[in-house]
């Protein structure tokens, strides 16, 4: 199975992962984890790769290409993969068109997660995490603390990151629909587009996709 993951921010996007790997038994393959190790093993490519990202550049597509080719050609991805965070473009879309055609393979499906703006925007400001111990709540579900800011397993104060606001929540949401639109309407023209409900939990959403694409857990 190859798959490509796409979502706005707190769609839950990064909790699929986990789901579609151990379902398919294929890697999870996120470029924004790719550029972060290798600038953490400080290659030459990681301080290249940091020098663009610290910019607030994006890593252009030749670059971006070339990496996920080489993680692609590993043995753990023959047998399929679930993409995150790539393709970002049109051109890097072809790219991996042609690189899978001339080994014969395809993309199966591109999952499209979707959510109302409203829930989005609350996943986001109600996020509340434990500076001591890393849990991390919902003011606004079902994870909130028994004890309003308060972790109920340490007893800490819970902090909001400064950039959870809804003003940044909000821009970061345009700027993910302009960027993403054309990618959409790519792989709409190639039929693989699946539209998942991001709003359910994150199992829900998974067994959702299954249905959609007509498998049986
Ligand atoms: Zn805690």
């Known amino acids: 199975m190859r798959l490509i993951i796409m979502g706005p921010p707190a769609s839950g996007k990064g909790s699929q992962g986990p789901f579609i790997e151990n379902y398919y038994n294929i890697p999870h393959i996120s470029t924004g984890s790719m550029f972060r190790e290798e600038i953490k093993k400080g290659t030459k490519l990681g301080k290249e790769l940091k020098a663009i990202l610290d910019k607030g550049q994006f890593v252009n597509d030749d670059l971006t290409n070339e990496m996920v080719r080489s993680r692609l050609l590993k043995e753990d991805a023959r047998k399929g993969f679930l993409l995150d ?72 104060s819970l902090v909001k990151r400064a950039d959870d606001t809804e003003e940044i929540i909000k821009e970061r949401l345009v700027v993910y629909h302009n960027k993403t639109e054309p990618i959409i309407k790519y792989y709409k023209d190639k039929g693989l587009i699946v539209d998942v409900d991001g709003s359910l939990t994150a199992e829900g959403t998974f067994l959702e996709f299954l249905k959609l694409i007509g498998e049986k857990k």
């Open 85 to 156: 965070g790539y393709p970002r473009t049109v051109p890097q879309a072809e790219y991996l068109d042609n690189f899978l055609s001339e080994q014969g393979l395809k993309i199966d499906y591109a999952i499209n997660l979707y959510a109302d703006e409203d829930l989005l925007i609350k996943r986001v400001t109600g996020r509340r995490t434990c500076p001591k111990c890393g849990h991390i709540y919902n003011i606004y579900s079902d994870l909130k603390p028994k004890k309003m800011d308060v972790c109920d397993d340490c007893g800490t």
